[in-house]
């Protein structure tokens, strides 16, 4: 069974610091692993997909890397801005039969001004 | 191009009463999903469609939740009778999936239920 771990729950940085999310996983068969965010009340917007081939994906000041054999994701954010606060979910699709998202509990960011 | 719709975005009910959440997935989107997010917790999947058929129902409890897609196309999620623990966040998703693409899955805003 897939679990899915982020590390750290919260954090809290000021603005203008590069920082990375942790995302771990138990099982490397996946198929792709997206990175999500959350702002309160609301639903999840699609930040990053990697593809189980892919090493990495960037998306203006986001990149996320992929390590299969390891099980793990970062989602690096550069120069962060107060607009970036809110709850980053990663989520392994899993491979073969009931193929779904397993999502972790996600990582909350606070940026302060 | 629009996004997934979700209605009512919130919902208040007691306990024991009927409940029932809309989806209208991204055009053309042949999957769908109902997910259950409770506080403080990543999404878990309750059922998902492909076209019409219902591939993956494992995670729905089945003796009070029942949803359907017809036509292929919107969704209904329903719940009879509520329960207090149902109280959650419930989020529908669509993708495109096939031999090849990316299979990215797209949320809706979602139904936050509150059960008293």
């Known amino acids: 069974k897939q679990e899915v771990t982020q590390i750290p729950a919260a954090l809290s940085v000021p603005e203008g610091e590069n920082l990375v999310l942790n995302c771990s996983f138990t099982d490397s068969a996946i198929y792709n692993l997206q990175w999500f965010r959350q702002d309160p009340g609301k639903g999840l917007t699609s930040l990053l997909l990697i593809q189980s081939s892919q090493r990495e994906q960037t998306s203006g000041r986001l990149n996320a890397s992929l390590d299969k054999s390891s099980g793990r994701s970062t989602l690096y954010i550069a120069a962060s801005q107060p607009g970036d606060s809110a709850t980053y979910l990663c989520?392994?699709?899993?491979?073969?039969?009931?193929?779904?998202?397993?999502f972790g509990k996600g990582t909350k960011l606070t940026v302060n001004p | 191009e629009a996004g997934v719709v979700q209605s009512p975005r919130y919902k208040i009910i007691e306990k024991k009463q009927p409940v029932a959440f809309w989806c209208n997935p991204i055009?053309?989107?042949?999957?769908l999903y109902w997910y259950r997010q409770n506080l403080g917790q990543g999404p878990e999947l309750l059922i998902r469609y492909e076209n019409e058929e219902a591939v993956d129902d494992s995670q729905l409890p089945k003796d009070r939740f029942s949803a359907e897609r017809l036509k292929g196309v919107d969704s209904t999620l329903k719940i009879q009778p509520a329960e207090l623990g149902d109280s959650a966040v419930y989020l529908c998703?669509?993708?495109?999936?096939?031999?090849?693409?990316?299979?990215?899955?797209?949320f809706g805003p979602g139904t936050r239920l509150t059960v008293l």
């Open positions: 998703a669509s993708s495109l999936e096939g031999t090849s693409g990316y299979r990215e899955q797209f």
């Open positions: 055009s053309g989107h042949n999957t």
């Open positions: 989520a392994a699709r899993t491979q073969g039969g009931s193929e779904k998202l397993v």
